[in-house]
């Protein structure tokens, strides 16, 4: 399948090219950069939402789910754009946010119009709590109660992330009915799939019991974490409803559907559902949440291997839009380790933007923050804004982003770190991921071959891929140290295919003398 031996690309539209001139990233700004994601050698493209939206979780609070956002072009855009993505040998992917919608939707306006709307059930209202105040302690993923009163009809409803973000009752088939045609909508223009926003959310406890305190919640953490939420989320029923969002994509040939997961490794991997009834990826965020250490890497990978149902393709993600870049995690200085690492592991990987031209922190002036989890939880989260600054493509105006200021700030070292001149030069990091997506496409054993660790120390991690036609090694030396690593039979006498940092000798002997934070790749 296209998608398991592929690479994923994440567009956040808003940032990655604009032409409108108003600062804001659009389609046909996408649309004119087809041919770089072409020449990088990706194989689909996964968007961001850019439908119509008041924008005040930029885009995940939709209020149309049928229409293009104005901000991002018109429908004639998007069409222009699928049909061009797919006259470049790309695939298109959707974002599908279908825990909630907008308050400014059609839907939830009705809704709250009066108690006896035929849409009331469309969205969880309930009555107060015998205090008075919400019905239960459910805490909003943006912090706050998770309940918002509404006086004109004198019931709470239900919102997971922000008050305008209202949850949807997806017990309802009524809504199910109407999601799923959203999906077709899609999909008969010929969408290739979805990343379903939140999947887990879906379904929530039939009673609205409380959540339990979290025994380790620290109160400098996001509110969110004060809870386990065992009742708001991860409900054996979400696999009934998955199962019938994916037997829509089954009317279609070859179309992936991806969700969106935060759980621990085993509830993650129930989301493969029964005989391939759950989503085909869900995403794999370990790499995500795990310092950037040899043996802590490891472990996940192994954890992940082994988790994994008989059938389940595996697929790493290295970057969103909702989490600090790899750049930041890791260290510029690992970056280039971790192009190694996401294109050479056993699974689909999926690139974010910007991470291949290595965008790290980028200052935020308090006055320019957008982010609203930020803006309502000062303290506590981290401002998302950082993963979201604009695409840096040349050393002129505004990085070849936009002809005048972008909606979020660029990084300091823009007219060195874009496109234009790192693909000038050999040894950066924007060559190497060229490379890397080169080999990978070329050698099957990258794409299907079998995983195993080969050498696990405090600095070094090194795994074979391997399959009849041919054996790869990875060897990551994850320290500013150089570092000796004896090489094991049969890479002694391979042949070096690559190295994160840039020329060396195509002679592999043992011991092979690793620079600091260097990677390498060598074929038997
Ligand atoms: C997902 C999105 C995030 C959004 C939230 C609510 O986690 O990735 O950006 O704020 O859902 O839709």
Same mark, same amino acid.
Not at 3 to 23: A, H, L, N
Not at 104 to 109: L, M, P, T, V
Not at 217 to 244: L, N, T
């Given at each position: 399948?296209?998608?398991?031996?592929?690479?994923?690309?994440?567009?956040?539209?808003? #940032?990655?090219?604009?032409?409108?001139?108003?600062?804001?990233?659009?389609?046909?700004?996408?649309?004119?950069?087809?041919?770089?994601?072409?020449?990088?050698?990706?194989?689909?493209?996964?968007?961001?939402?850019?439908?119509?939206?008041?924008?005040?979780?930029?885009? *995940?609070?939709?209020?149309?789910?049928?229409?293009?956002?104005?901000?991002?072009?018109?429908?004639?855009?998007?069409?222009?754009?699928?049909?061009?993505?797919?006259?470049?040998?790309?695939?298109?992917?959707?974002?599908?946010?279908?825990?909630?919608? %907008?308050?400014?939707?059609?839907?939830?306006?009705? #809704?709250?119009?009066?108690?006896?709307?035929?849409?009331?059930?469309?969205?969880?209202?309930?009555?107060?709590?015998?205090?008075?105040?919400?019905?239960?302690?459910?805490?909003?993923?943006?912090?706050?109660?998770?309940?918002?009163?509404?006086?004109?009809?004198?019931?709470?409803?239900?919102?997971?992330?922000?008050?305008?973000?209202?949850?949807?009752?997806?017990?309802?088939?009524?809504?199910?009915?109407?999601?799923?045609?959203?999906?077709?909508?899609?999909?008969?223009?010929?969408?290739?799939?979805?990343?379903?926003?939140?999947?887990?959310?879906?379904?929530?406890?039939?009673?609205?019991?409380?959540?339990?305190?979290?025994?380790? *919640?620290?109160?400098?953490?996001?509110?969110?974490?004060?809870?386990?939420?065992?009742?708001?989320?991860?409900?054996?029923? &979400?696999?009934?409803?998955?199962?019938?969002?994916?037997?829509?994509?089954?009317?279609?040939?070859?179309?992936?559907?991806?969700?969106?997961?935060?759980?621990?490794?085993?509830?993650?991997?129930?989301?493969?559902?029964?005989?391939? %009834?759950?989503?085909?990826?869900?995403?794999?965020?370990?790499?995500?949440?795990?310092?950037?250490?040899?043996?802590?890497?490891?472990?996940?990978?192994?954890?992940?291997?082994?988790?994994?149902?008989?059938?389940?393709?595996?697929?790493?993600?290295? %970057?969103?839009?909702?989490?600090?870049?790899?750049? &930041?995690?890791?260290?510029?200085?690992?970056?280039?380790?971790?192009?190694?690492?996401?294109?050479?592991?056993?699974?689909?990987?999926?690139?974010?933007?910007?991470?291949?031209?290595?965008?790290?922190?980028?200052?935020?002036?308090?006055?320019?923050?957008?982010?609203?989890?930020?803006?309502?939880?000062?303290?506590? %989260?981290?401002?998302?804004?950082?993963?979201?600054?604009?695409?840096?493509?040349?050393?002129?105006?505004?990085?070849?982003?936009?002809?005048?200021?972008?909606?979020?700030?660029?990084?300091?070292?823009?007219?060195?770190?874009?496109?234009?001149?790192?693909?000038?030069?050999?040894?950066?990091?924007? #060559?190497?991921?060229?490379?890397?997506?080169?080999?990978?496409?070329?050698?099957?054993?990258?794409?299907?071959?079998?995983?195993?660790?080969?050498?696990?120390?405090? #600095?070094?991690?090194?795994?074979?891929?391997?399959?009849?036609?041919?054996?790869?090694?990875?060897?990551?030396?994850?320290?500013?140290?150089?570092?000796?690593?004896?090489?094991?039979?049969?890479?002694?006498?391979?042949?070096?295919?690559?190295?994160?940092?840039?020329?060396?000798?195509?002679?592999?002997?043992?011991?092979?003398?690793?620079?600091?934070?260097?990677?390498?790749?060598?074929?038997?």
């Amino acid at each position: 399948m296209w998608w398991q031996s592929g690479t994923i690309y994440q567009i956040y539209p808003r #940032s990655f090219q604009d032409t409108g001139d108003d600062g804001i990233g659009d389609l046909a700004g996408v649309r004119r950069r087809l041919p770089y994601l072409r020449d990088l050698g990706i194989d689909a493209i996964w968007m961001s939402p850019i439908f119509r939206s008041p924008m005040r979780d930029f885009g *995940y609070d939709i209020s149309d789910y049928c229409d293009i956002d104005p901000a991002f072009g018109t429908m004639a855009d998007f069409d222009a754009l699928l049909e061009d993505t797919h006259r470049s040998g790309l695939k298109l992917l959707l974002d599908f946010v279908p825990n909630h919608t %907008s308050d400014e939707h059609r839907w939830f306006k009705e #809704s709250a119009s009066t108690r006896d709307n035929p849409k009331r059930d469309w969205y969880i209202w309930k009555d107060a709590g015998p205090d008075g105040g919400p019905p239960n302690n459910w805490v909003s993923n943006f912090g706050g109660s998770a309940w918002e009163w509404h006086e004109p009809t004198g019931q709470y409803y239900y919102h997971a992330f922000l008050a305008s973000q209202p949850d949807l009752n997806w017990r309802n088939p009524a809504v199910r009915e109407a999601m799923f045609d959203v999906l077709r909508f899609w999909l008969d223009k010929g969408v290739d799939g979805f990343r379903v926003d939140v999947i887990w959310h879906l379904i929530k406890d039939e009673d609205f019991r409380d959540n339990p305190l979290n025994p380790a *919640y620290d109160p400098g953490e996001p509110e969110i974490q004060r809870h386990i939420h065992v009742h708001s989320a991860d409900q054996p029923e &979400v696999h009934k409803v998955i199962a019938e969002m994916r037997r829509v994509l089954n009317e279609y040939e070859d179309r992936l559907l991806i969700g969106e997961i935060y759980l621990p490794l085993e509830r993650l991997m129930s989301y493969y559902g029964e005989e391939g %009834s759950g989503v085909h990826l869900p995403f794999n965020f370990q790499l995500l949440q795990t310092p950037w250490r040899a043996e802590e890497i490891a472990r996940i990978i192994d954890e992940y291997e082994r988790a994994l149902p008989a059938d389940g393709w595996p697929n790493w993600v290295l %970057s969103n839009h909702d989490k600090p870049r790899i750049a &930041v995690r890791a260290g510029e200085r690992q970056a280039a380790n971790a192009a190694l690492l996401l294109l050479t592991l056993r699974g689909t990987p999926t690139i974010y933007y910007g991470d291949e031209i290595g965008i790290g922190q980028v200052t935020i002036p308090h006055d320019r923050i957008r982010d609203p989890w930020a803006l309502q939880e000062p303290e506590t %989260s981290f401002n998302r804004d950082h993963a979201r600054t604009p695409m840096q493509w040349s050393a002129t105006a505004n990085a070849g982003f936009s002809t005048t200021e972008p909606w979020l700030p660029l990084t300091d070292d823009w007219a060195e770190r874009n496109v234009q001149r790192m693909s000038g030069d050999a040894g950066s990091l924007l #060559s190497l991921y060229r490379r890397l997506l080169k080999t990978r496409r070329e050698e099957p054993a990258l794409q299907t071959g079998s995983y195993r660790q080969l050498i696990l120390d405090e #600095s070094v991690m090194a795994f074979e891929r391997a399959d009849e036609t041919a054996r790869f090694a990875v060897i990551i030396n994850f320290s500013g140290e150089p570092q000796n690593v004896d090489i094991p039979h049969p890479y002694m006498a391979g042949s070096l295919v690559l190295s994160s940092i840039g020329e060396r000798s195509a002679y592999v002997a043992s011991p092979l003398q690793l620079g600091p934070d260097e990677g390498v790749l060598i074929k038997a």
